[in-house]
């Protein structure tokens, strides 16, 4: 069975600062890892995911996450946030790329960047 | 360029009352269709998907019921809703933009059982 979590249920950061919210994993085999992004009142948005290519994948809006096999973990990271980062963010793991009734959803924690 | 819709973007309705939330997809044929729910300060359950017209998947029992009248269309419904149906309910579809094959989401009803 594969399980999600995410450390934090709520992030506040101050803009420019480092964004870095937690994600860590449970999985029997390999795992595909996602991270969505969900603005107020819309649906989610793909920002990345790992697929065994590359352990370092980047995505869109200037996010990049780590697979780390050994932790057990795909952190999600910025540099540098924006007031426009402020979002729901969900961590996701599946056995399959695309087989997406198998995707399990973490709880999702909820990015606030202050000015 | 494929699209999702879904409709009513917010819905307030009395207990006991039914329930009727579509969902469509353009610029795609024979699409993966998803019906979620999102509660309050929780991630997404995946109630139904589809893989094709009149083939339901339920992953969890439950008050509601989905359909697949047509190859774009999905329908979530209910006969009696109950408080706990309320959340945000996402349709998504899983298919190709550009080379990554992906899930994509609609922008959710939100559901308020009074």
């Known amino acids: 069975a594969q399980s999600v979590t995410q450390l934090g249920s709520h992030v506040s950061v101050s803009e420019g600062a480092l964004v870095l919210l937690r994600c860590n994993y449970s999985s029997s085999v390999p795992p595909y890892l996602f991270w969505y992004v969900q603005y107020p009142n819309q649906g989610l948005q793909l920002l990345l995911k790992y697929t065994s290519a590359a352990t370092l994948v980047k995505g869109i809006n200037g996010f990049e996450a780590e697979f780390k096999k050994s932790e057990t973990s795909f952190h999600l990271t910025k540099p540098s946030a924006h007031m426009s980062d402020a979002a729901e963010y969900f961590c996701a793991v599946s056995v399959d790329e695309t087989s997406y009734d198998k995707v399990i959803f973490g709880p999702g924690t909820s990015l606030s960047v202050i000015p | ?85 309320s959340g945000f309910y996402l349709c998504a579809w899983r298919g190709l933009r550009g080379p990554q094959e992906t899930q994509y989401f609609g922008p959710g009803t939100r559901l308020l059982v009074l």
């Open chain 2, 1 to 85: 360029s494929q699209t999702i819709h879904q409709w009513p973007a917010t819905l307030v309705q009395p207990v006991g009352s039914p329930l009727s939330l579509e969902c469509t997809v353009e610029g795609t044929s024979n699409p993966n269709l998803y019906w979620y729910r999102q509660a309050a300060g929780r991630g997404l359950q995946l109630l139904f998907y589809s893989v094709g017209i009149g083939q339901i998947s339920s992953e969890v029992p439950q008050n509601l019921s989905a359909s697949r009248p047509q190859d774009r269309q999905f329908i979530l419904s209910s006969k009696k809703l109950l408080l706990s149906d």
